[in-house]
Each structure stands twice: as C-alpha cells, then as structure tokens.
C-alpha cells in the first residue's frame, strides 16, 4: 500500500511539471538574457575636466594647421570668370534676347578677350557655369531610361523619358528623356597670339560612368531630330561610352548654379597674356533668367579654388581652442570637487 501511494504521489508531482513547463513554453514573457536585461559590460566614460580639455586642445591643434593648408593650397588655385550671356548679344536685340537666341538667322559667333592674372600651369580647366538651372527638378531628374544608356538591347525602354521618349513614328529616341535632349551646346576657341590652343576632350567624365553607365554598343538614334530642339546634337557613329560632353551633362547637379567640365589646355598660360576666346553662343538661358559662364581654372591637391573648407577648419579649431581656454580659467578661478552631492538641485538649500 505504501508502494501504491508514493507511486500515486510521484504521478502527481509528474504531472505537475509536465503542465509547468508547458506553462512556460507557452509564455509570451521574453527569455531572460543579459542582453534584454541590459546586464551586459558597460563602459561609460566620465568626461572629467582634464578629459574635456585635453579633447579641445587636440581638435584645435590638428583643424588649424588643415584650415591654414587648405586656404593656402585655395589661393594658389588661378581661376578666370568670365560671364558672356549678355555680352554676345548684338545691340538691337538688347531688350529681346529671346528673339535673337531663338533665330536661326542671327550671328551666334563671339569674341572675348580674358587676361591671364598670374601663371597658369597646365592643365587648365575649361568649365561652363550655368546660373539659375534647375537640373535637380523632380521631372528632370526622372526623364531618362538608364537601361537604354547601357545597353542596345533596352533600346524600346523609354517609358521614364515622356516628352522626349519617341518620335512621331514611334521609334525610339536614344539617348531619350529632357536631361540628353537640354544638352549644352555651347562651343569654346582660344588663342593667345594667333597661336591656337588645342581644347582636349579625353578623360574630362567619370571613368565609372564611361564604363559602367554608358554602354559600348548603344548608338544615338533620333536624336534632336523633332521640331524643337533642345541642344547638342550627337555624332550618330559614336557609342555613347565615348561621348563625354554627354556623359558629362547626364552627371546632374544638386544646386541651381553648376559647372560642369568642358575641356582642358595642355599648355602653360604665361601671366599677361590675352587669351582670345570665339564663342558659339547658342544655349537658350534668356527664357528662364538664366545666367552663363566661362571658367578657366588650375587646380591644388584640394580641387578648384574653394575657401569654405579652409574657413570651416579653421572656424572649428579656433572655437574649440576657445572653449578649451575658457574651461581652463573657469576650472582654476572657482575648482569644485568632481562628483560632489551638494551641488545637485534638491540639495542645494540642505547644505550647511
């Protein structure tokens, strides 16, 4: 009989665990880890005085000299602006440059003349600088079809290019969409004393675009070949991975002023000498209040000549060093002992 019983009694606490750890599987309650439990090793720095100091003092010292080097390195970049929308319009079509732009009877041809300022060592940079051009438009921006640009056998895709997806037969335009059609299409010549200074073209895009963007095999096709035309026009023997004025254009720019590259020159400009420069101003900016330029530039080991990285550095170091001071003074005129209790709110009218 006592077999019986502690047999029953066993059955029963058996029982028991069985339907508790059921109970538990059951459970929404999330495992205990250390992870959820936030019980995992911790450091947590304590930004004492010398801590904070010794930081300011080490930001000042290495953003300074950057500054200075970058400001330094800007200065020694020689740059020519020159804007020449309004100069190349003749005199009686002053009040109505629309006109005149729009004409295909009007002289586009003109001639400037730039002073060299300092030497400038090749290669120069040629850029054209467009004012008030929203390339980053939402519209703009999506007319275009990046699988037709890479490759022949998307030729037909131009359902992201509307207006400029097809002509009036419904053949495809390649490259199709607004960003290829608007194309800038303004042409450069320079001289300096009769000598003529070759413009080269080579390696002015991205070499991943060229390979990765712009395929090997696909060709302009109907291009600018409608009523309205909106810009260049393309050579329809060459592949569009060779066509870097292009490729160039197709990179769109984030702010509403650009430049964009045009070309280099391979030889040193001396300083004093005048640069003759005949320009084929053909790109409509008149409708939208838009403004163009020419640029000339050297180069430094920072890129064009731009001081806000250098003002940014040293506007950076300098507060920092200010505040490193200010912490030193503050720290030796009235110390207090770190982690000290009285100093906190609710004890403040305890103290004694």
Same mark, same amino acid.
């Given at each position: 009989? !006592?077999i019986?019983g502690?047999?029953?009694?066993?059955?029963a606490?058996?029982?028991?665990s069985d339907s508790?750890?059921?109970a538990?599987r059951n459970?929404?309650?999330?495992k205990?880890s250390?992870?959820t439990?936030?019980e995992l *090793?911790a450091?947590?720095?304590i930004?004492?005085?010398? /801590?904070? &100091?010794t930081?300011?003092?080490s930001?000042?010292?290495?953003?300074?000299?950057?500054?200075?080097a970058?400001?330094?390195?800007s200065?020694?970049?020689?740059?020519?602006?020159?804007? =020449?929308?309004?100069d190349?319009?003749p005199l009686?079509?002053?009040?109505n440059?629309l006109?005149y732009i729009?004409?295909?009877?009007?002289?586009k041809?003109?001639?400037?003349?730039l002073?060299?300022?300092k030497q400038?060592k090749?290669p120069?940079y040629?850029y054209?600088q467009?004012d008030?051009?929203?390339?980053n438009h939402r519209?703009y921006?999506?007319?275009r079809?990046?699988?037709?640009?890479?490759?022949?056998a998307?030729?037909?895709?131009?359902?992201?290019c509307k207006?400029?997806?097809?002509?009036e037969?419904?053949?495809?335009?390649v *490259?199709c969409?607004l960003?290829?059609?608007?194309?800038?299409?303004?042409t450069?010549?320079f001289?300096?004393?009769n000598?003529?200074l070759?413009?080269?073209?080579?390696n002015? !895009?991205?070499k991943?675009?060229q390979?990765?963007?712009f395929?090997?095999?696909?060709?302009p096709?109907?291009?600018?070949?409608?009523?309205l035309?909106g810009?260049a026009?393309?050579n329809?023997?060459? *592949?569009l991975?060779?066509?870097?004025?292009?490729?160039? /254009?197709m990179?769109t720019a984030a702010?509403?002023?650009?430049r964009?590259?045009y070309?280099k &020159?391979?030889t040193?400009?001396e300083a004093?000498d005048?640069i003759?420069?005949?320009?084929?101003?053909? =790109?409509?900016t008149?409708?939208?209040?838009g403004?163009k330029r020419?640029?000339?530039?050297?180069?430094? /080991?920072?890129g064009?000549?731009n001081?806000?990285l250098?003002v940014a550095?040293?506007?950076v170091g300098g507060?920092?060093?200010?505040l !490193?001071?200010?912490? &030193?003074?503050?720290?030796?005129?009235?110390p207090r002992?770190?982690?000290?209790p009285?100093y906190?709110? /609710?004890?403040?009218?305890h103290t004694?």
């Open positions: 009989m !006592a019986t502690a047999s029953s009694s066993g059955g606490k058996d029982g028991t508790s750890s059921v538990r459970s929404k309650k999330p205990y250390r992870f439990q936030q *090793p450091c947590k720095p930004l004492t005085p010398g /801590w904070v &100091i930081a300011f003092i930001i000042g010292v290495i953003f300074i000299p950057i500054g200075l970058s400001l330094f390195a200065e020694r970049v020689v740059e020519i602006v020159d804007r =020449y929308d309004e190349c319009v009686n079509y002053t009040y440059k006109a729009q004409s295909s009877e009007t002289n041809t003109c001639t400037k003349r002073i060299v300022s400038m090749s120069v040629i054209y467009l008030n051009f929203y390339q519209r921006v999506k007319s079809s990046d699988k037709q640009l890479r490759s022949k998307s030729e037909d895709d131009t359902s992201t207006p400029e997806a097809v002509t037969n419904n053949s495809p335009i *490259p969409g960003i290829a059609w608007s194309l800038f299409n303004d450069y010549g001289s300096v004393k000598k003529v070759e413009v080269s073209k080579k002015i !895009a991205w991943s675009d390979e990765n963007k395929g090997s095999d696909v060709y096709k109907n291009f600018q070949s409608g009523g035309i810009g026009k393309l329809a023997s060459i *592949p991975s060779e066509q870097e004025d292009l490729i160039v /254009w990179r702010l509403p002023t650009f964009k590259l070309g &020159i391979e040193d400009l004093n005048e003759t420069v005949v320009i084929q101003n053909n =790109y409509n008149y409708s939208f209040g403004k020419l640029v000339l530039s050297t180069t430094s /080991w920072i064009g000549k001081d806000f250098g550095y040293l506007t507060l920092c060093l200010f !490193a001071i200010s912490f &030193i003074l503050l720290y030796v005129i009235k002992p770190l982690g000290d009285s906190l709110s /609710w004890n403040r009218g004694s």
